[in-house]
Every structure is written in structure tokens, then in C-alpha cells.
């Protein structure tokens, strides 16, 4: 029988500005074990960084908040951005990416953007290792769902969508959090369903 499902990220702060992004990925020939090499910082200046992968094969997601400028990111050469939100209103850019291309083991990957950097410490980037199964490659499926934007909100939720039994959803939130530490985060849900 058909199904839908959606997703809803929420975050809560206790200043004015609030707002974010949820890109929902679902992502099929991932290994069932998912224990990858994460990377995050929120003191680089540039909104990029290095991350040395476990595997072959795998595809890197992440976020970034640039939360002290509205110009969108500039991707460097090793990078796809799924959202790429200007929130003008408040003053902060959103994004979340994946890897252009998949990794080799132990050879170091920069991802994110080479603009807009920042010097006042509101610059935040966080990234995860997504494992594929022996023998399997990596691919993301066309029920994603649509990338959800917000402003002037704490949450976000995706229109209803049906993954294949055995998906990997990679769920990428970026929440401008309305107080003084915006921060990025990044989460992954192996889908079991028989339906």
C-alpha cells in the first residue's frame, strides 16, 4: 500500500532573526552500517573544509551558514549545492551540498564554497561521510522531496514523499537558531520499510 512521508527539522533560539533550510536526500546503494568520517568548524572564514573520507565510493553531504551576509555561496570545483538560500531579510545564507564527484580512501576533499568568507565568526560548516554497500553505487532517488526554505520560522517540513524500501535519507538542516551561536547540522536515517 502507497505511503507518504515527510520530514520536519525545528530549532529554537531566544534573539530576532530566525529562518532556515531542509534538504531531504534519499539515497539508494548505501551500506547499512553508516560510520563515515564527519568534519565540522564554526571558525573558518572561508565557508569550506577538508575531509579525509573512510571509503571509496562514498558521496559527502553537508551545510553551511553564513550568518552575516544574503549573498549566496560560490561553489568551489568539488562541490553541488542542493539549496543555496539568500535570506535578505535577516541577513544570512543557507546551503546545503554533497560531493560533485565520489571519494577515494584517504585522499582529503575540500568542500563547500570559496564566497561569501567572513571574519566575524558566523560562518559554520558541517559535513558526513554517506558509506556505500560492497559492490553498490550511490545515487540519489527521484523521490526526494523539494528543498524547503523558511524565513522568519523555527521549522521546516517537507512535502509528503515515497522512497524505495532500503533508502538511506540523508536529512541536511541549516537553522539559523535565533540565538547568539547559529550552528549547522547534519543527520542521516537509514528508511526499513516493506511497503
Not at 568548524?41 to 552575516?68: D, H, R
Not at 553541488?80 to 565520489?102: E, L
Not at 554497500?133 to 515515497?162: D, I, K, N, W
Not at 538542516?173 to 540565538?179: C, E, S, Y
Amino acid at each position: 500500500m502507497p505511503f507518504g512521508l515527510t520530514v520536519t527539522a525545528a530549532w529554537t533560539g531566544a534573539a530576532s532573526a530566525n529562518g532556515g533550510t531542509l534538504t531531504v536526500k534519499v539515497v539508494t546503494g548505501a551500506a547499512a552500517s553508516q560510520n563515515g568520517q564527519t568534519a565540522s568548524s564554526n571558525t573558518v572564514t572561508t565557508p569550506q573544509l577538508a575531509i579525509t573520507p573512510n571509503a571509496t565510493g562514498s558521496l559527502i553531504y553537508g551545510v553551511g551558514g553564513q550568518f552575516n551576509d544574503s549573498t549566496t555561496f560560490t561553489a568551489n570545483a568539488s562541490t553541488t549545492f542542493s539549496a543555496n538560500f539568500a535570506d535578505t531579510v535577516n541577513n544570512v545564507c543557507y546551503g546545503t551540498f554533497r560531493s560533485t564527484g565520489t571519494t577515494t580512501s584517504g585522499t582529503p576533499v575540500t568542500l563547500g564554497a570559496t564566497l561569501p568568507t567572513e571574519t566575524s565568526g558566523l560562518l559554520n560548516i558541517a559535513m558526513a561521510e554517506i558509506l556505500a554497500a560492497a559492490g553498490a553505487a550511490l545515487a540519489e532517488h527521484a523521490s526526494s522531496p523539494a528543498v524547503v526554505s523558511v524565513t522568519g520560522a523555527e521549522s521546516a517540513t517537507t512535502a509528503p514523499f515515497q522512497p524505495p524500501p532500503g533508502s538511506l535519507i540523508v536529512v541536511q538542516v541549516t537553522p539559523n537558531g535565533t540565538g547568539g551561536t547559529p550552528e549547522t547540522d547534519r543527520k542521516s536515517t537509514r528508511l526499513n520499510s516493506s511497503h
